[in-house]
């Protein structure tokens, strides 16, 4: 497409967009558009164009121009004019805008969904689906009522840029306003390492970007007019952590742009002038982190830049800072002084990579370091998080399970400020909590003729008392037993954070699991695994050895299982692979823990977090359920369930509850018979790089069940090593648990009694006949009428006509 047709549009808007030459970046891409809308709209120093202007960038001329029909005005940080009117699309339509440079720009869709004064159109009822430049931004999407900026950042290498609307079935698209303007190169890096390990760059060049939060500290909104790329930079009041632990602070005057460092296009000076800091004037030898939580969409990977300025009247050197993504280093005694030259007020920035998964949070730690002998400080000026697309080059998830789970990631502002708020009251009664336990300790203690911890010196290397719970151990000697938390004996990392080998004084080897510093989730979890494990021993459980909450520190310490985890044994490592008689062996000791859990005590115990990474496997491959942080007891006699928030493990969690919020025993099962199907395929649950329709553990083995296919799903290193009718009998229990509603799902106690029988099945010899029949041990004859061997003895025999059978035969009824 030639640039004539576009002349006359770009010498306009060259002429009318003014943009903050002498502040800042002038892009050579501006497109501005008032969809809609008849007149152009100035909002700051920016002018958005008209519906005649617009139209010459769209292919679809029969486009309708609505306004709203109510004249109230419409809070938007943006521009509320921009919002009264809209272009409303019935058919597939592109935006095409000529593109002068070549390199990232952004992409800004204004929604605002009101009733038109024609009535012709309620906006509210559109869905629809939005790309550009093959990646997929928004899919099936509905617009909140309250008005929404969604902003993306695309690298373009084509003289065109195309956006795409595609309404939904029965429905339509609009958009009220539309930006596509180019940014800095240096915006945006090439790439960014990764925090997890074993901490490679990730490419970002090849990826769209979606801004999920961009957060200015001091507890301040920055507004678009104060930016020079005209980004909105939100408040951090609602998302910290302990108010009464931070200070917001301001000294734009101090802050210098040096030729060497950050330019105002990278963060503005409202950023790099406030602040958010430990209150360490009253405290001074507080050891504590600034933290904050953001929920995100899970399954996604994001780009997340901090950025630093020292305004703290204090030498630059002497600021230095732990910095950590979910619960995960990022860069640890960074000197702020070093990497700026030691020019005091100089901005600073530093890019990470995180992978979020589970119940979708970011936590955002900044903690303080007695590196160098320096006071500890606790500080952050600005904060970005970035969505990055998956390898199919989407932005927007379509699987309805995902949208279920993380609808709570898309509440309002008011609603995580509330949550925040009401953190604090949570903190105080934990506290009390712990108070009575600890008291309770002592309590004990005293009666068994030892000596209460406080009347002991901090120094102490031994343990000290002994307790239902365990023993409380002192700071001091869990330093000496992971040599003072070496990185070298992590063994795992959780949300909890990581767990670490440790050995004690009396050569004891033992896991050593350390919450994440000031954790707003891990207080709790910390607290309820002690709790749950003080009430059971199981040879099926894992056993609790002791505790520590010395200097604010949540320290478990648990028997150390050789083998590690059930997952790792699974996919992922090159570990040996396990037999299929140890599969079932795992699985039955695994049934056994959580049976004992669901009905050892009055009310059920709900693990809530039953997943492969959560049964650990000691020297001789037992099975023992761990991680009990986000257990909860089950409903009272008289009730069915308990009404609670969704948590746990995406891929895992029972459907029934997810939407309706009621948790029962029969969650944990749905959540085993996934683990069960893990096994049996040796494959992730949610596996992104596979095909679409094999993304979702679940989901394929349901449509391979429907195909007759289900020898497809089996782990290679299985097939011809395992008995066709333990293997039958197998499927069929985790069917079973995988029941959409829960009274469909059989009680442990029946999964557990199937296991043990398909156990057996494995163990009898069956030989293949002339006949067509195999004698069995029981009545001689298979319940599929063909003959049954072990997989390896099926020669000649269609394995798509054994699992077809198998799955049309009548079932045992586990119920």
């Known amino acids: 497409m030639g640039f004539d047709r576009y002349g006359l549009v770009v010498f306009v808007m060259s002429t009318m967009c003014l943009m903050k030459c002498s502040l800042g ?12 809308s008849g007149r152009n709209s100035s909002v700051g120093d920016r002018i958005f164009l008209s519906d005649s202007f617009a139209y010459r960038f769209l292919s679809n001329p029969e486009q309708e121009s609505v306004t709203a029909a109510s004249s109230q005005p419409i809070p938007s940080t943006y521009g509320s004019s921009l919002l009264t009117t809209a272009s409303v699309f019935n058919k597939t339509s592109n935006f095409t805008f000529p593109i002068n440079h070549h390199g990232r720009h952004f992409i800004r869709l204004y929604f605002f969904p009101f009733v038109s004064d024609s009535r012709a159109y309620n906006l509210t009822s559109s869905r629809f689906s939005v790309s550009a430049q093959g990646f997929t931004l928004l899919k099936d999407f509905q617009p909140d009522i309250t008005p929404t900026v969604k902003e993306y950042c695309l690298s373009v290498t084509s003289v065109e840029l195309v956006i795409t609307f595609v309404p939904s079935v029965d429905t339509f698209a609009f958009i009220n306003a539309l930006e596509v303007v180019s940014v800095p190169d240096e915006l945006i890096p090439v790439s960014a390492q990764a925090v997890e390990v074993p901490r490679t760059n990730h490419s970002l060049i090849t990826h769209a970007l979606e801004t999920v939060a961009r957060i200015n500290m001091g507890n301040q909104t920055v507004s678009p007019d104060e930016d020079t790329l005209w980004r909105l930079w939100n408040s951090d009041g609602p998302f910290i952590n302990l108010n009464s632990l931070v200070r917001f602070v301001t000294n734009l005057s101090v802050v210098n742009y040096t030729a060497d460092g950050p330019s105002v296009d990278i963060a503005p000076l409202a ?20 933290t904050w939580f953001f929920n995100v969409d899970p399954g996604f990977s994001f780009f997340v830049r901090f950025h630093f300025c020292d305004i703290i009247k204090r030498p630059p050197s002497q600021l230095v800072l732990n910095i950590y993504l979910n619960s995960m280093s990022v860069f640890k005694d960074l000197n702020l002084g070093q990497h700026t030259s030691n020019v005091w007020g100089a901005p600073y920035f530093l890019d990470a990579v995180t992978r979020v998964s589970g119940n979708g949070v970011i936590s955002v730690s900044i903690g303080t370091s007695l590196a160098n002998g320096n006071p ?12 990055i697309s998956n390898s199919k080059g989407n932005l927007d998830e379509t699987d309805p399970r995902i949208v279920s789970l993380t609808s709570q990631s898309k509440q309002k502002v008011w609603v995580i400020a509330a949550s925040v708020a009401g953190a604090l009251l949570f903190v105080g009664v934990s506290g009390c909590l712990i108070f009575i336990l600890c008291r309770r300790n002592r309590r004990k203690t005293s009666n068994s003729g030892h000596s209460p911890q406080e009347n002991l010196s901090p120094n102490e290397s031994t343990i000290i008392s002994k307790s239902k719970i365990g023993y409380r151990f002192p700071l001091i000697a869990i330093l000496e037993a992971t040599d003072k938390f070496s990185e070298s004996l992590v063994i795992g990392i959780g949300g909890f954070g990581k767990v670490y080998k440790g050995t004690l004084f009396d050569g004891t080897t033992v896991a050593v699991k350390r919450g994440a510093p000031q954790s707003r989730q891990g207080l709790a979890e910390f607290q309820t695994e002690i709790e749950m494990l003080s009430q059971f021993r199981h040879r099926h459980l894992v056993s609790l050895i002791g505790y520590c909450d010395e200097r604010d520190e949540m320290i478990i310490i648990y028997e150390y299982m050789e083998n590690g985890t059930l997952k790792n044994h699974l996919y992922g490592s090159d570990l040996p692979k396990l037999s299929w008689k140890q599969r079932l062996e795992i699985c039955i ?43 909860k007891n089950g409903p009272e006699f008289d009730q069915s369930h308990v009404s609670t928030a969704v948590k746990g493990s995406f891929g895992y969690l029972d459907p029934e509850y997810m939407t309706r919020q009621q948790l029962t025993e029969k969650s944990d099962v749905y959540s085993f018979g996934v683990v069960m199907f893990e096994i049996l395929c040796g494959r992730p649950v949610i596996d ?6 094999m993304v979702s553990l679940v989901e394929w083995v349901k449509e391979m069940q429907k195909k007759g296919e289900l020898e497809k799903i089996i782990d290679s290193y ?22 959409d509603e829960g009274i469909d799902r059989p009680a442990m106690g029946n999964v557990l009694w199937n296991l043990e029988y398909a156990h057996q099945l494995e163990g009898i010899e069956i030989k293949t006949g002339q006949t067509g029949q195999t004698v069995n041990g029981s009545n001689g004859v298979s319940s599929t009428g063909f003959a049954e061997g072990s997989i390896g003895d099926l020669d000649g025999v269609s394995m798509s006509r054994v699992f077809s059978e198998m799955v049309k035969g009548e079932k045992q009824d586990l119920r």
């Open 25 to 36: 970046f002038d892009p050579q891409d501006n497109y501005l558009l008032d969809c809609g």
């Open 271 to 290: 950023v790099y002038g406030s602040a958010t800091k430990l209150e360490t004037e009253s405290n001074p030898n507080m050891l504590l982190n600034n």
């Open 376 to 387: 500890p400080e606790s500080i952050l000026n600005g904060l970005e998080i970035m969505k």
């Open 589 to 631: 000791g695994a049934a056994r823990g959580l049976h004992y859990l669901h009905t050892s005590s009055a009310k059920a115990i709900i693990h809530r977090d039953v997943k492969s990474a959560n049964i650990l496997l000691d020297e001789n491959f037992m099975a023992k359920v761990a991680d009990f942080g986000l257990s």
């Open 688 to 693: 992104p790089s596979r095909p679409r329709g």
């Open 718 to 739: 299985l097939v011809g090593k395992m008995k066709m009718e333990s293997l039958k009998k197998f499927v069929e229990i985790a069917d079973k648990c995988l029941a």
